[in-house]
């Protein structure tokens, strides 16, 4: 009998390098299995039988016997695809009787959403004497002192922000653009 399955248009496992993958190895009827892992996987066998080994064994390769459960915990360190390969063995040890192939695609971070770089905003001069300005134009701004009272709200369309007729201390300006708010601190002097 064969079992061989080559699952090439279904991934089995896909995940994140350095994400921690905890597997389940099983044996049952009267096959025994040696599983195969690709040394990238980081394979280390942690538990038999439900209980903690006395020490985790890092291998590549993890034989079952009927009745025998094993954990294995994965680390991928790097990107790549492979497989994890199964060989059915029947309890003679002879050749293997059938093999099956686990894909294993570990890339980049999986399940999160690639996040958008920040735009980079600058102010100067800092300190200032009558006027800052920062590195981008077109947007709402709110000027508080450092005790947390509003001083001013108002829009800028050219970058510019008087502060002339502040008195001369530390202030906190929180700007709006496209939605994104940053804070400043500046000093007028």
């Not at 991934?11 to 993958?21: F, G, L, P, W």
């Not at 299995?33 to 394979?43: C, I, Q, S």
């Not at 050749?95 to 192939?101: E, I, L, M, V």
Request: glycine share 6%.
């Amino acid at each position: 009998m064969d079992y061989q399955q080559e699952e090439q248009g279904d991934v089995n496992i896909h995940e994140a390098r350095d994400t921690k993958i905890l597997l389940r190895m099983a044996s049952i009827g009267n096959f025994t299995n040696k599983y195969t892992f690709p040394a990238a996987l980081n394979a280390t066998i942690i538990s038999s039988d439900g209980r903690p080994l006395p020490e985790a064994i890092v291998s590549d390769t993890l034989w079952t016997f009927p009745g025998e459960r094993y954990q294995v915990l994965c680390n991928p360190i790097t990107e790549f695809i492979d497989s994890i390969k199964v060989d059915y063995h029947h309890l003679g040890m002879g050749p293997a009787r059938g093999t099956q192939y686990i894909n294993v695609v570990v890339d980049g971070v999986y399940g999160i959403d690639p996040i958008e770089p920040i735009e980079q905003i600058d102010l100067y001069p800092n300190p200032s004497t009558e006027n800052i300005q920062f590195t981008v134009s077109n947007f709402d701004y709110s000027i508080f002192s450092i005790s947390g009272e509003l001083i001013r709200e108002a829009y800028s369309n050219d970058g510019y922000v008087g502060t002339s007729e502040l008195p001369n201390s530390v202030y906190l300006i929180r700007i709006k653009t496209n939605e994104t708010f940053r804070t400043f601190y500046f000093i007028k002097e």
